[in-house]
């Protein structure tokens, strides 16, 4: 009999798998004994320190070969009875535990390392920090990989969670001072004179947030948690990202609830849907998806809350148009304070043409709940919305100017009706025309001359407003001066008697004055020296007179008298 044959079947006996499961277990209990996590190589790291690549490669791999050492020891292939596996997976499950601390250690040192605000695009000035980056990127995976391999998930979501909260929390408070400690319920508490200083912080800092704060974060857990543990890095983003981002979004709501139907709120209104529009929306839909909370959010505080707030002040603007008495004229027929209060308005509000636009496009107002359904569709049409809507309005007539066309140019149709009411007040026909004349050079200056206004409403509009005010100009003139001056008829009283009612009248500006003794002079003095003629010396002004007087209308200087005289021809 052989002595193998002689062996009892229950001798305690190695096989080959088993021998070298033992010696990589021993092996990778030396390497975790250099890098125990409570040893004072904690404050080291593995990955980080340029004298241990090696060893940060060999560390990953020693985890890995415990975690196939206690699936070995537990498979069954060894008994606790009879090869001592009971031994080797306890010893192989602790050294695994004592690996995946240090790891875990690891994890907070490189998340650590990450500066608050991440952007992984290239830029000469800084391929430095940029391929510093990415290759952090690269060892966070490594780690995470390591860890989520292992069966330790839990502790590596909570690390990184942990870290990228503060993170993002900190970028935050430096991005616009927004405290990672308030809550919307406190938000919902504001008054528009508390919200209203911190907008503009809120304007660039949201942007920003959105755009780069968020974005990075998104960039970088694609970076880390990649293939299948891709859901991880989704369900990490937005533990660490969501929440902060409603809250960003809740200022906004606050603000656009508490500016009601104020038409001076407005601006305020419309510069968050442009910064929603132009900036968050597109960044929300590519960090968080077209399907998430946050985007729906977004698209519904764009759509419907800004929307409604905004045409609300619009109408309430109209309103007050409106409501201003027709009986409240102004001495002198000057431009009245309504049309400057309106125009210097619409001036301002002409820079949100395109939003306008948008806010008052029919489909969007009478669908907005399939839009807040599809945030990535509404974010992506915008832009050619807008561009349809520009490009309509500035041909726009008035005759055919409508709130929902063109809310711009209905609102000026509005004040110039409101003016014919107030012109139709004046006791002396020349003055209601007077008033006319100046207030719509008024707004035909606010108009034209290449301004934004001006390509909202149109420059043949622009045009037919100066036509229009030429025209109240020689009809002014025509009433100021009477049938009896211009016709021949006793026309020493009936100048004077012209000049002193007209002496406390006033022109819109210089141009307008000067376009007024223009006329006047051109209708007047030769009539008036065909007079002149005929009477000689029974006539007590002469023409140089008459001239002199008309220059001294309307902010003019008086003609010097005896100068006025050489102006008298044959």
């Known amino acids: ?34 890098w125990h996590p409570e040893d004072s190589s904690s404050g080291r790291s593995l990955f980080l320190d340029s004298t241990t690549p090696h060893e940060a490669d060999a560390f990953l791999r020693a985890a890995k070969d415990l975690h196939r050492a206690m699936l070995f020891y537990a498979s069954g292939l060894t008994t606790k009875d009879v090869h001592g596996g009971g031994h080797g997976l306890i010893q192989a499950q602790e050294l695994l535990d004592t690996a995946m601390r ?30 510093a980056l990415r290759e952090t990127c690269g060892h966070l995976r490594a780690v995470a990989e390591a860890m989520l391999a292992a069966g330790y998930g839990q502790e590596c979501v909570s690390v990184f969670k942990e870290r990228r909260r503060a993170s993002v929390a900190s970028a935050l408070q430096r991005l616009h001072g927004f405290s990672s400690s308030l809550q919307q319920a406190t938000i919902n508490k504001l008054s528009w004179e508390q919200i209203e200083p911190k ?8 942007r920003a947030a959105f755009a780069s704060v968020f974005a990075g974060e998104r960039d970088l857990c694609d970076r880390v948690f990649t293939g299948e543990n891709a859901s991880v890095g989704d369900a990490l983003f937005s533990a660490v990202a969501e929440d902060k981002a409603m809250i960003i979004l809740a200022f906004a709501e606050a603000a656009v609830a508490r500016a009601r139907r104020a038409p001076e709120r407005l601006f305020r209104v419309l510069d968050v849907h442009d910064a929603l529009t132009e900036t968050i929306i597109p960044s929300i839909v590519a960090a968080f998806g077209d399907k998430s909370e946050v985007t729906a959010r977004a698209v519904t505080l764009a759509v419907t809350k800004v929307g409604n707030a905004a045409r609300g002040m619009v109408a309430s603007f109209e309103a007050a148009i409106e409501k201003e008495p027709a ?18 308005y619409l001036v301002f509000l002409a820079d949100y043409e395109n939003a306008l636009a948008r806010i008052y496009s029919a489909e969007q107002f009478t669908d907005t709940s399939s839009s807040v359904g599809s945030g990535s569709d509404t974010a992506s049409s915008s832009s050619s919305d807008l561009s349809m809507s520009s490009t309509s309005s500035s041909s726009m007539k008035l005759a055919t100017l409508s709130l929902w066309s063109n809310p711009i140019g209905w609102l000026v149709s509005v004040l110039m009706r409101k003016l014919d009411a107030k012109a139709g007040n004046y006791r002396e026909a020349a003055l209601s025309y007077l008033f006319l004349a100046n207030n ?131």
């Not at 009892?8 to 010696?23: E, G, N, Y």
């Open 440 to 570: 719509t050079h008024y707004v035909a200056k606010k108009v034209g001359g290449g301004t934004k206004l001006e390509a909202v409403l149109g420059e043949e509009w622009a045009e037919a407003q100066r036509a229009k005010a030429r025209g109240y100009v020689d009809v002014y003139v025509r009433a100021a001066w009477g049938t009896k001056v211009l016709r021949g008829g006793a026309m020493d009283e009936a100048v004077v008697e012209a000049a002193t009612m007209q002496e406390r009248w006033v022109a819109a500006d210089d141009d307008m004055g000067e376009a007024l003794r223009a006329v006047a002079k051109a209708a007047v003095v030769p009539t008036y020296r065909m007079f002149y003629r005929r009477q000689g010396a029974a006539a007590r002004l002469t023409p140089g007179d008459v001239i002199g007087m008309i220059d001294g209308l309307f902010g003019g200087r008086a003609s010097d008298i005896s100068s006025s005289n050489s102006l008298v021809s044959t």
């Open 199 to 206: 907008m503009q912080s809120w304007l660039t800092g949201a």
């Open 327 to 344: 009986k409240a004229t102004v001495a002198g027929g000057a431009v009245h304070p309504l049309t400057r209060y309106v125009m210097n």
């Open 1 to 34: 009999m052989t002595r193998a044959g002689c062996r009892s079947p229950l001798a305690p006996r190695r096989t080959l798998p088993a021998t070298v499961v033992d010696d990589t277990v021993a092996a990778a209990a030396i390497l975790l004994d250099k």
């Open 102 to 131: 240090r790891l875990q250690l690891e994890l907070q040192i490189l998340l650590s390392s990450l500066p608050n605000v991440l952007k992984f695009d290239q830029d000469d000035d800084v391929d430095q920090i940029t391929d």
